[in-house]
């Protein structure tokens, strides 16, 4: 089918007005949504303008065989997110596909035939369940009309049921796969001919299922790979098993951007099962996706591989990595910590703050630390290539596949066509595998092994010492209150390295794509605002983690928020609420965002109304305002980020020993339509825990350049006995605005949460993360 | 030499002594439910059973198993196994699923040991296993479930 620009009839109309009136009209409404997509080449927003945007061909997604099997091929990564399952009930639930005949299939990297496959940005859901929806509905109407076409009947007599077509005048039916053949051979309907289902017969969108806060509330249609992972037979990077395949691991410079003075490795090739070992040459900075350079050590197995990168002696070159071999935490923390001090770049500005501040009944002032961070998914970087003939073929647990080919390609001098990547399941992404270094590294190797497998494996301490680090990050806010405690100025000031110093020369400020993460998207109402961006330098590789920049903002702005709270004498929770001020869209390019996470701001403005329906859902059901014990507290925060809402509140209790125990989390999420709200619930669940060791162990701290964590002893994750007695996730039911992101949204403020209510059972007020041993002292 | 019996199977291998269990699984043997997360027994995702014991493979030498080697791949085969594994089913506790292997060898090691733990008893017992997306709350109802407990978490 080819891209056609088929706009639909209401595309003229104000889209959100129009979507708020139209609640109820499923096939209509739905339709309605579908033009900011429609127009695929031109679009500024959404899926439409990613790289490769989208495409919705039913022949490029659903294949179905004469047994009735009806394979979906999948373009996303799948990493815990569920997406493998959740799209495939999309398309299978327009389609009308029997769940149990459902089978998926992961697609190989190629952009142009499956638009785009850059799995990041919480955007899988939110990007192709209107293409999924779309090839489903077209592939049902081929369906009807191969049976119409069977039986001569006109198609408006026929209609699809559950896995079959039905002819209601005469009883006859057929089955999907009896027509598959047939219909196969039709044209593809045009996009305006497609109906598609109302929400009541729908059996998966958006329908509760599995395990709702703690009730099984009904069988969850099985997850695709859930068989396959219980039983240890699911594929991950790691698990890609090819006929004489060689294991590699690589020695690499232990400071960003250092080189290689002298190797010697004949202790090295005296390791049984070592077969070889490589230089490999240090990227030119900044290394991008690029291999970080070191030494190789190829072998028969993984653990000759390890064994003979110990036996390696190696002199590495400092000098080459210039000051980032001076680089150390706690000088870099005191560096910034004196910058946040001075006025920076203002990134935006209203009212006059100084004179706010200045004229204050009260001033609050504080600045928060969050240190860096290693994605560190439970499977490390890991990646199989074999080069022959001209051609590379590579196996990876990748986020970015065209990227990944891209980089292959680069590092091989081949041309992208003859680059073939298969995307295996992630164990866990987080970030980390959206940078295919990794993968391009295991294709240098495998340059010198022509036709043979090579498998390149990732140590934990590889991962931690040479992560794409969540940026390191300092916040100082001022904020001016009048006699009644209302806010009257609001100063900012944000420093952290830029993932901008990745690509190109250190811009030592936040980009766009950075500071929109929560920074100037700040949504509260106070009249004098002024928001900075003072430079910070990178040292290390800096890259995404899990909601990114957001991580800093949130946990800032909601404890400072907190912090404003308490000097007004005034119930947080009120306080806030007053904060964000009557019930309004926030434009994003009034406030000086022109990012938006690649969203139209007419369709996904900063909506406080929704902000404060999340605030008021998750401290109704966490029972907030009443009494509590001694040593025990509830703490809030919210969030707006990949254009979805989340307010959580912890209850906990911090015992004399300083010992805390975490007894609820009330998680409550707004992402607009739910795709797989099991799902959903799932995602909740996760990033609470991984917000508990971002707020109470993770941190990653250097000393001369060199990471001083390397492995899960020292590097702290969170653990069975961290995580909250209960988890509780309320869902806001919204169908009317424009779907959110979910992977990432419910990391934000959970750090911020857990603090403010730790400063209500003690009194502690925490600004440096993680809490790590703050509350015994 | 090493000969090692692995899912009932006697297996005779050309390896070093010291070549820790999870190589000899994954790359000698080629089974690849087991899986390498940290290399020093700090998150359980190479856990296998030795005689039905939970032990993290990663730090056992190839001469130092004296037992029988269980590995993931066995424990539909295995009563109690089959239980966790249709709780961690029942209750969608997989994420990424990377780390479940692990997480469902060391609740089935568990579970021998201890039909009816309560829920400290299970907190304790999985602490060594970490999962990073977080699934901690439903690996937990799970182990409950799979002990006869109605799910509560």
């Known amino acids: 089918m080819s891209r056609s620009n088929d706009t639909l009839l209401l595309a003229n109309v104000s889209r959100r007005g129009l979507l ?40 490029v997604f659903i294949h179905i065989d004469a047994d009735g099997v009806v394979t979906f091929i999948n373009n996303r990564a799948e990493m815990g997110q569920g997406i493998r399952t959740s799209l495939a009930m999309v398309a299978a639930d327009e389609l009308g596909a029997d769940w149990d005949q459902v089978r998926v299939k992961q697609a190989t990297a190629d952009q142009e035939k499956y638009g785009n496959q850059n799995t990041d940005g919480s955007r899988s859901m939110r990007h192709w369940h209107e293409p999924m929806r779309r090839a489903g509905a077209a592939a049902r109407l081929m369906l009807e009309q191969a049976a119409a076409n069977q039986w001569g009947v006109p198609v408006s007599e026929v209609h699809a049921e559950v896995h079959k077509v039905v002819h209601s005048a005469t009883g006859r039916e057929l089955g999907f796969g009896e027509l598959a053949e047939s219909a196969r051979e039709l044209e593809v309907p045009g996009r305006n001919a497609l109906v598609l289902k ?291 100025g609001w100063l900012h000031r944000t420093l952290s390295p830029s993932i901008a110093s990745l690509f190109a020369p250190d811009p030592k400020h936040k980009g766009e794509f950075e500071l929109g993460m929560g920074f100037n998207t700040m949504p509260f109402s106070i009249p004098s605002i002024r928001l900075e961006n003072p430079p910070a330098p990178a040292h290390v590789r800096i890259g995404w983690f899990r909601s990114v920049y957001n991580l800093p903002h949130a946990w800032a702005i909601q404890s400072f928020a907190h912090e404003m709270a308490e000097a007004a004498g005034k119930d947080h929770r009120d306080y806030v609420l007053e904060l964000l001020g009557p019930d309004r869209e926030v434009h994003n390019l009034t406030v000086g965002d022109g990012w938006n996470y690649g969203e139209d701001p007419d369709l996904y403005p900063i909506d406080t109304a929704r902000m404060r329906r999340v605030i008021e859902r998750a401290t109704e059901e966490a029972g907030w305002g009443r009494e509590s014990q001694k040593g025990r507290g509830l703490g809030l925060a919210f969030h707006h980020s990949f254009v979805s809402y989340t307010a959580i509140v912890f209850d906990v209790e911090v015992d004399d020993a300083g010992e805390l125990t975490i007894h609820r989390a009330d998680i409550a999420f707004d992402c607009g339509p739910q795709a797989n709200p099991e799902r959903i619930r799932a995602q909740m669940e996760g990033a609470c825990v991984m917000g508990i060791g971002i707020a109470l162990k993770s941190e990653v701290t250097f000393q001369d350049g060199v990471a001083q964590q390397s492995n899960f002893d020292k590097y702290l994750i969170p653990r069975m006995p961290d995580a909250p007695k209960v988890v509780r996730v309320h869902l806001i039911d919204n169908p009317d605005d424009a779907m959110g992101g979910v992977g990432e949204p419910g990391l934000p403020p959970v750090a911020p949460a857990l603090c403010n209510a730790i400063y209500a059972a003690t009194g502690k007020r925490i600004r440096r993360l993680p809490v790590g041993d703050q509350l015994s002292g | 030499m090493a000969s090692l019996t692995i899912n009932g199977r006697q297996h005779e291998l050309d390896v070093p002594d010291n070549m820790p269990l999870l190589w000899v699984i994954r790359d000698v043997v080629g089974m690849k439910g087991t899986k390498f997360g940290c290399g020093m027994a700090q998150c359980g995702a190479c856990t296998v059973h030795i005689d039905g014991v939970a032990t993290r493979s990663c730090v056992t030498p190839v001469s130092a198993v004296k037992g029988e080697v269980q590995t993931i791949e066995a424990m539909a085969d295995d009563p109690v196994g089959k239980k966790v594994q249709q709780a961690w089913l029942d209750l969608g506790v997989a994420q990424c699923g990377y780390c479940q292997g692990g997480q469902i060898m060391n609740a089935t090691g568990l579970l021998k040991s201890n039909p009816e733990p309560n829920s400290q008893e299970i907190i304790d017992a999985m602490a060594g296993n970490l999962c990073r997306c977080g699934t901690y709350n439903r690996i937990l109802a799970a182990i409950e479930r799979a002990a006869g407990k109605e799910v509560s978490s």
């Open chain 1, 20 to 59: 708020k009136g139209m609640a109820g009209a499923s096939a209509l409404l739905l339709a309605a949504r579908w033009d900011a997509g429609l127009a695929n080449e031109k679009a500024q927003f959404g899926a439409g303008a990613m790289p490769g945007g989208w495409i919705d061909n039913p022949n």
């Open chain 1, 198 to 488: 109302a929400d009541s017969e729908l059996r998966f969108i958006g329908k509760e299922s599995g395990l709702v806060n703690g009730e099984l509330k009904s069988a969850y249609p099985k997850a695709v790979d859930g068989e396959d992972i219980v039983t240890g037979k699911a594929v991950f990077g790691a698990d890609v098993d090819l006929e004489g395949t060689l294991y590699a691991v690589i020695a690499r410079p232990p400071v960003y951007g250092a080189g290689i003075k002298s190797v010697e490795d004949s202790a090295a090739l005296e390791v049984p099962g070592v077969k070889k070992v490589i230089r490999i040459e240090t990227a030119d900075q900044p290394a991008a996706f690029n291999p970080l350079g070191g030494v190789a050590v190829v072998a028969s197995n993984t653990w000759a591989a390890m064994e003979g990168r110990r036996a390696l002696e190696i002199e590495w070159d400092m000098a080459a990595a210039g000051d980032n071999a001076d680089y150390t935490s706690d000088a870099y923390r005191a560096a910034l910590e004196k910058a946040a001090q001075s006025p920076g770049k203002v990134i935006r500005q209203s009212g006059d703050v100084d004179a706010a501040l200045k004229d204050a009944e009260k001033r609050v002032s504080a600045t928060y630390y969050m240190p860096h961070m290693a994605q560190s998914p439970m499977e490390p970087p890991v990646a199989v290539v074999r080069v022959k003939d001209g051609k590379a073929e590579a196996w990876a647990p990748v986020q970015n596949p065209r990227a990944t080919r891209d980089g292959v390609a680069g590092i091989l001098g081949l041309d992208r066509e003859n680059v073939t990547v298969h995307q295996t399941l992630l164990g866990g992404g987080f970030g980390r595998k959206s940078k295919p270094d990794f993968v391009s590294e295991a294709a240098r190797i495998a340059k010198e092994f022509e036709g043979q497998p090579v498998k390149l494996q990732w140590s934990r301490e590889d991962d931690i010492q040479h992560a794409y680090f969540h940026a390191v990050s300092v916040d100082h806010l001022e904020a001016g209150l009048d006699a009644e405690g209302k806010a009257t």
